[in-house]
């Protein structure tokens, strides 16, 4: 009978869930949900010099609001060390492993020498089968794993394929320090064991290390999880993803506002395909996500496709949810040009109302809140370029002669205020654009908008004829 799918994400809290690391949690989560099984979360906090609270809490949140969620309590490796440890004594014991108490010098000389033929350095088994009576005095020594010397190291990875390793090209790794702690290799594998993960899906920068870590599960006698390395994601040169290609935390994305559903569809498609499908419902994805799928070859990060998928899940999102979306972000982004930090309730209600047209334009909620200018701009409204020009080419004018008509509506609506600029414009021999879109810039500040008479409705009656009025009395 086979075993229950069990994978992990086991991220290094020493930053913040940068992209890739998104992308692995992602597929980890979804090969998990498809065959029914659990992804589990470790945090590898071995190196507690650069690990941090805050960055820990940074790759939870990130998590969370990618709506990638993990089964069980969270892992970390660096409370497990005594269980490491016990495992290298164990080897050590059983004669698969034994004390090396080769000097830094020594170390040095080795390195030198690989450097000057040109190879890797690799460690020479000086200590290998030495008796420790013979170690110099004082000297704490390293355990190190006393590797296969010959054959190959073999890993059948479920996207690489059948990548094979000399055994004479793979040296004596170190397992547990001088000081007694374990190093990344053995905790890694040990962890792995005891948390009975059956997939280990990382990225392909893991790949080496999945040869050594392969000989110290042969030496404890487990069994080895199947692996598959995922293509590292590139930037649109073609070089591997950096900041200077906007490499950043997936709680930058949030900032920026694109919402989880559209960064958890770009991720899954990057470096996964299923057909043509672009859109992907989250059951959708977990229905289709396989191995197979996956290319060997990097993929390209691309703001452009983000943006596209991220308009496309903002028309398709309610507007309540959109104003609950910007709701959440403001205090993060700031508020744009005057803009309140926190929204009242007369402003939550325009946008909602405001919604269907500005979400159409939009390809982020940063992009959204900016285009609702015009309902939290106070007077008087400061004007884009071309804006202005609308108003100084006798745009002021026109807003002067039409305002007694607006001032004069009965009822105040889309369809009323329609109405009167239309009848204003036959009646002077106007183009409907000749006075709409002055009407437009007094109103919004900007030469693009929603529907104006949608924009006229949200506005409401003595907002809108203020505004007008301030521009009026300039003409």
Known sequence: MSRPVVTRFAPSPTGFLHIGGGRTALFNWLYARRHGGKMLLRIEDTD????????????????QWLGITWDGDVVYQFARAARHREVAESLLAQGRAYHCYASQQELEEMREKARAEGRPMRYDGRWRDRDPSEAPPGVKPVIRLKAPQDGETVVEDKVQGRVVWQNKDLDDLVLLRSDGNPTYMLAVVVDDHDMDVTHVIRGDDHLTNAA??????????????????IPLIHGPDGAKLSKRHGALGVDAYRSLGYLPIALRNYLVRLGWSHGDQEFFSTQEMIDAFGFEGIGRSPARFDFAKLEHLNGHYMRSSSDADLVSAIETILPEIGPPRGAPTALTPRLRAQLTAAMP????????LVELFDSAYYLYASRPLTFEAKAEALLADGGRARIAALLPELEALAEWSAAATEA????????????????AQPLRAALTGRSTSPGLFDVMDVLGREECLGRLRDQAAKA
């Open 420 to 435: 009167a600029v239309r009848t204003f414009a036959d009646a002077n021999g106007l183009k409907l654009g000749q006075v």
């Open 212 to 229: 050594r870590q392969t000989q110290i599960y042969q030496a404890c006698g487990w069994e080895v999880p199947e692996m598959a390395h």
């Open 48 to 63: 507690r010099e650069r690990s941090t609270e805050s960055a820990i809490q940074a790759i939870l949140d990130g998590l």
């Open 357 to 364: 047209g500005l979400k159409e334009r939009a390809k982020t």
